[in-house]
C-alpha cells in the first residue's frame, strides 16, 4: 500500500515586539521586548495560532530568509539592527537561536543568500553599501566584507522627512538584494538603480557589473527574478510602480527595460492628494510600496500598498513578458510592510503594521487562500494580532502521512 503525504498544516514565523515608546528626540522606536513565533496555519485557513516563541534581545528582527546548509540543516537568519541573527529549526519548526555577526556597518534592511547555502548578503540602507558574508557548511556565519554603492546622489536631492521623495534619494540607499545566476543584483532607492555586482565564489568577493536607471523618482525597493533568471521585476516604493526588466545572462546578467506600470488602481494616487489623509507624518504621496514576491509557478506577480493598504496582483504573459493587473486585494489593515507566500503559493500571509500608520495598535497577521488557476486572493478566517509586528516569513513544510 503506498502512503500518500498529507499536508494538514502550514508554519509561518512572526517577528513581533513590545514597544515602550520613542527616544527622548522622539525619533527612533524603543522597544521593551521582541520574539520570533512560530506560528501554525491549519490546512483550510480557518485558524492560525501560536504554538512556540524563542525571546530576543530588545529589538526586533526585521527581513528573514531561509537557506538550507551544505550540510543539509534548514536555518533562518534575520536581520536585526546592526547585525544578522541565525537560527536552527528542529522537526516541529522550532528555532534555536544559535549566534549573530556584525553586518560590518549599519543597520541592514534586507538580505538573501545565495542557491548553494555559501555567501549571504544584506542590503545597507544606511551606510549606502551591501555586505557579504560567508556561510560555513554548518551554516555558522562569519567575517563580514563592505562593499560600497558611493554617494551617488538623485539630482536635486535634498531635505528632511516630510519634505518628499527627493529626500530619500540624497546618497545611495540600497533596499534589497537577491541572487540571480552568478550576479547580485541591489535595488538602490536612492540612487535610482538596479546594480549588478558578479559573484566571485572563489574569493568570496564582489565585482561590480553594471547598472541600469529606472525613470525619475521611483526609488527602487525589492527585485526578484523568474526561476529561469530571464525577467527581473522591481518594486518602486517612493512612486507605486513595478518595472519588468530582462536579463541577458550573456552579457553578464545585464538589464533592460520591458515595461513600467503603477501598482495602484487607475486615478486612485490622484484622487487622494490631502496630506492630511496619508498614513502618517513622513509619507509624502497617500500610499508607498512595499513588498513584491513572485508566485511559485511565476505566472503572477505580488506588490503590496501601504497608504492604499493592498496587495496588488499582476498576471505575467510569458508571449509579451508584460505584466497586467488583474487585482487590488484590501489587507484589512493599515500599511501592509512585509508579506510571504507559503512555499507551494495556496497562502499568502500579510504584515499589516497599523502602529506605523501613527494609530493605536494591535498589529495584525491577515492570511489570505490564492487561486493557483487565477493568482487571485480571497480572505481566509486566519488572523493573529500582536503590539507590533516586524516580519514574517514561511517556515518549511512539514507533511504527514494519510
Request: with cysteine; hydrophobic share 35%; net charge negative.
Amino acid at each position: 500500500m503506498v502512503r500518500r503525504m498529507t499536508q494538514t498544516h502550514y508554519d509561518f514565523c512572526v517577528a513581533a515586539g513590545q514597544p515602550s515608546g520613542r527616544d527622548a528626540t522622539g525619533g527612533g522606536q524603543q522597544w521593551a521586548a521582541s520574539a520570533l513565533y512560530t506560528c501554525r496555519l491549519v490546512a483550510d485557513g480557518s485558524a492560525i495560532d501560536i504554538v512556540s516563541s524563542t525571546e530576543l534581545p530588545s529589538t526586533p528582527p526585521g527581513y528573514m530568509t531561509l537557506a538550507r546548509t551544505r550540510s543539509g540543516e534548514q536555518m533562518l537568519y534575520v536581520t536585526s539592527g546592526k547585525e544578522v541573527r541565525w537560527f536552527s529549526i528542529d522537526n516541529q519548526n522550532e528555532l534555536t537561536p544559535l549566534g549573530s555577526v556584525p553586518t560590518g556597518t549599519e543597520s541592514a534592511s534586507h538580505l538573501c543568500t545565495d542557491p548553494d547555502g555559501r555567501l549571504l548578503f544584506t542590503a545597507n540602507y544606511g551606510s549606502g553599501s551591501v555586505s557579504l558574508i560567508p556561510i560555513a557548511e554548518d551554516g555558522t556565519l562569519g567575517e563580514a566584507k563592505v562593499y560600497s554603492h558611493g554617494p551617488g546622489a538623485h539630482a536635486g536631492a535634498e531635505g528632511t522627512w516630510g519634505d518628499g521623495p527627493q529626500f530619500r534619494q540624497e546618497s545611495a540607499h540600497p533596499h534589497g538584494v537577491v541572487v540571480c545566476g552568478e550576479q547580485l543584483y541591489v535595488a538602490d532607492l536612492g540612487t535610482n538603480q538596479v546594480v549588478c555586482w558578479t559573484i566571485d565564489l572563489d574569493n568570496n568577493a564582489l565585482e561590480a557589473a553594471s547598472a541600469i536607471t529606472v525613470h525619475d523618482l521611483a526609488g527602487p525597493r525589492h527585485i526578484q527574478f523568474t526561476s529561469d533568471g530571464e525577467l527581473g521585476f522591481v518594486l518602486n516604493e517612493l512612486d507605486n510602480t513595478v518595472c519588468v526588466l530582462r536579463r541577458d545572462a550573456t552579457k553578464g546578467g545585464e538589464l533592460s527595460l520591458v515595461q513600467t506600470l503603477s501598482s495602484l488602481p487607475e486615478g486612485w494616487a490622484e484622487a487622494h492628494t490631502d496630506p492630511a489623509t496619508f498614513p502618517n507624518e513622513v509619507y509624502s504621496k497617500p500610499s508607498h510600496a512595499s513588498e513584491l514576491l513572485l508566485s511559485p509557478d511565476d505566472r503572477f506577480v505580488y506588490a503590496s500598498n501601504r497608504g492604499h493598504d493592498s496587495v496588488a496582483v499582476f498576471a505575467l504573459d510569458p508571449s509579451t513578458q508584460k505584466l497586467t493587473p488583474v487585482q487590488f486585494e484590501p489587507t484589512r489593515g493599515r500599511i501592509p510592510w512585509v508579506f510571504c507566500l507559503s512555499a507551494d503559493g495556496r497562502f499568502l500571509v500579510v504584515q499589516n503594521n497599523h502602529t506605523r500608520a501613527s494609530e493605536a495598535g494591535p498589529d495584525s497577521v491577515v492570511v489570505f487562500q490564492r487561486d493557483e488557476s487565477t493568482g487571485l486572493l480571497s480572505l481566509a478566517e486566519a488572523r493573529l494580532e500582536f503590539p507590533t509586528v516586524s516580519s514574517v516569513w514561511a517556515l518549511p513544510v512539514k507533511a504527514s502521512h494519510g
